[in-house]
């Protein structure tokens, strides 16, 4: 990959596993990582980075790590996604449009969580270091 290739950054949200009933898609951090990369993907690009957040500072450096204005672009699953991720989503715009970096959504419809899907993503997410791979 070139200097020059546009390097996507993926922006997930860090939700508590207690939300799980409530709000499995924001639990779900590897099915927002996955619409991020598809959308990455339908664009011709990869992602460089993944971040997993909560409520994150405009701020803070973990954003802006090597971010390249006019090559480099954040993108979420959805809206919803960026206000559980970031402190102040529109902020975090502002900032992106000064250091010019644009900001993308994915757009895709989230998956509908039945009892065995929610069941999985609780499997993965409690048993990390049992050896469970989340397949």
Do not use: N
């Not at 509908?112 to 929610?118: E, L």
């Not at 069941?119 to 049992?130: C, F, I, K």
């Amino acid at each position: 990959m070139g200097s020059s290739a546009v390097r996507v950054t993926a922006i997930a949200s860090l939700t508590p596993l207690e939300e799980l009933d409530a709000d499995p898609f924001l639990v779900d951090s590897r099915s927002q990582h996955a619409m991020c990369a598809r959308w990455a993907a339908d664009h011709g690009y990869v992602v460089a980075r993944e971040l997993l957040v909560r409520r994150l500072r405009t701020d803070h450096t973990a954003l802006w790590e090597g971010v390249r204005p006019g090559l480099d672009v954040f993108v979420a699953p959805s809206r919803r996604v960026l206000e559980s991720a970031l402190s102040d989503v529109e902020d975090f715009t502002a900032e992106c449009a000064r250091r010019g970096v644009r900001v993308e959504t994915a757009g895709h419809a989230e998956p509908r969580y039945d009892a065995q899907m929610k069941a999985s993503v609780h499997r993965r997410l409690s048993m990390p270091t049992a050896g469970y791979d989340g397949r």
